[in-house]
């Protein structure tokens, strides 16, 4: 018995009617159909498993040990604010284990809590008062603003790294290691900062201690060499004056054998090359 | 029971009544646990896909809105686990190699040994076949025909027509019956006979 392909077209189509139409005539559809009786009378017959008294009870549990996604969210609000009983706590960490997008509220709610407010740089607050009160800033610019101004100035930017830098200058001279009082203090990530503000501020102390000595030097010898050089002038023109008897001042010019001095511009000798010449007629 | 019935009994479960959380346990307890061993095949893992189904169910009880029956929305929600879960394996789960284990809870027993041994080959027969055709169609004819759901749950299940059910039941049925009869084919002229064989071990 060959195969029969009307029954693709009609199977695939879902086209049941004509299909029982066609089996009438089709030996090889019409076993096909009575396979299918066979195989629904089977699944018909099937028992469905039954389900046993554990599992039966264990999901009667699940209220006990868990909540929905509804009553975690209550949960997480409410934990946020004035805490839960300790039986609801493992319940929703029950839910949380399992839930994706709870654990996903939770850990967002719970950096929302965590968070620590921004901290303004020390003249933020100096600004903000010269900004948002202009009468007080215009106030300080008046008869009495030398005061002000040198208060601007203690609690402007400069002022607060000059201050920081003479406070870890006056701890370093007093012997006062703000290191080892973080370390007293037992605060690991103080002594760590405090450690290397120290560094900067003595490396800050050298680099500019380094560069005054540097600038003292070199005045130092220019001084030096101005003086000396001065010195030496003053005693060698003495020498002269002592050493000598004729203290008329020697002309400094070259002069001429017959001792009129030097040559006058007009009377230098200009004379070009010609075929035949040489200079003032000479042959 | 009727959808506001239904709907009734959903709030009285998310507003943290025992009594009713464990009607609805009794109520769709055994239905579940049908759909999650016919897609596994296997107890422990039925048992387990069931606690995890009636989890989901418990979680997401806000999701229903009473606009269907219970149980197209129980199913769906089963489903979607199971194939979540069975997906990736389908093709080589054990619907290709039926043991006599596992269809054994889903027979009932018969007096006649060797009418027992038949209808055990033939419902292997039938989950191997399910195996064979596509997955749209077999998971149609397993919850009409195995789990014994109204075209109507079906289709609220599945988000169809009712006119595609049917449909894709006729072909899921047909498509069956094929491979049953391509597999005795193959077999040989002796095949036809492989039931009677089985019978006969227990004669």
């Known amino acids: ?283 | 029971m009727s959808a506001p019935d239904e709907k009734d009994l959903v709030e009285r479960c998310r507003k943290g009544e025992d009594e009713a959380w464990r009607e609805l346990v009794d109520r769709l307890g055994q239905r579940v646990y049908s759909v999650a061993y016919h897609f596994s095949l296997k107890r422990e893992d039925a048992e387990e896909l069931t606690q995890e189904i009636f989890l989901k169910i418990f979680e997401n009880l806000h999701r229903y809105d009473g606009g269907f029956p219970l149980v197209a929305w129980v199913v769906s929600l089963a489903r979607n686990l199971c194939i979540d879960r069975y997906r990736r394996r389908k093709r080589e789960r054990s619907f290709r190699f039926v043991s006599d284990d596992a269809v054994a809870p889903l027979l009932k027993s018969d007096d006649d040994p060797a009418a027992e041994a038949i209808r055990k080959e033939r419902t292997k027969l039938l989950f191997w076949a399910l195996s064979e055709i596509p997955e749209d169609l077999a998971e149609i004819l397993v919850l009409r025909d195995l789990d014994g759901l109204a075209y109507e749950e079906i289709g609220r299940a599945l988000d169809l027509p009712d006119g595609t059910v049917k449909s894709r039941l006729f072909r899921a049925r047909a498509e069956v019956a094929r491979k049953v009869r391509e597999r005795h084919e193959s077999r040989g002229p002796g095949a036809l006979a492989s039931l009677a064989v089985a019978a006969v071990g227990f004669v």
């Open chain 1, 1 to 283: 018995m060959s195969a029969c392909r009307e029954v693709d077209r009609l199977i695939a189509a879902g086209r049941e009617p004509e299909f029982d139409a066609h089996v009438e005539g089709c030996a090889y559809c019409a076993e096909v159909h009575r396979e299918m009786g066979r195989l629904a009378e089977t699944a018909a017959a099937l028992g469905a498993p039954p389900l046993s008294s554990s599992v039966r009870s264990a999901l009667y549990e699940i209220p006990t040990w868990t909540v929905s996604c509804e009553g975690a969210a209550e949960l997480l609000a409410a934990s946020a604010d004035d805490g839960i009983a300790d039986a609801d706590r493992s319940r929703l960490s029950s839910h949380l284990s399992r839930c994706g997008a709870c654990s996903e509220a939770a850990a967002v709610l719970e950096i929302s809590r965590e968070l620590a407010p921004p901290e303004p740089p020390p003249w933020f607050a100096t600004k903000l008062a010269a900004s948002t009160f202009p009468r007080r800033a215009a106030d300080s610019a008046r008869p009495g603003k030398a005061r002000g101004s040198v208060r601007r100035w203690i609690l402007g930017p400069r002022g607060a790294i000059a201050v920081a830098y003479a406070a870890a200058l006056l701890f370093m001279v007093l012997g006062l290691n703000p290191a080892d009082l973080a370390r007293k203090a037992g605060t690991a990530r103080l002594e760590q900062t405090a450690r290397s503000g120290i560094q900067v501020a003595r490396n800050t102390v050298l680099d500019r201690f380094g560069a005054f000595q540097e600038r003292a030097f070199r005045t130092f010898e220019v001084v030096k060499g101005r003086v000396g050089g001065y010195g030496r002038a003053a005693l060698s023109t003495a020498l002269a004056l002592v050493m000598r008897n004729d203290t008329s001042r020697r002309p400094s010019r070259p002069r001429n054998e017959d001792g009129s001095g030097a040559w006058k511009c007009n009377e230098v000798e200009i004379w070009t090359w010609r075929a035949g010449s040489s200079p003032g007629g000479r042959a």
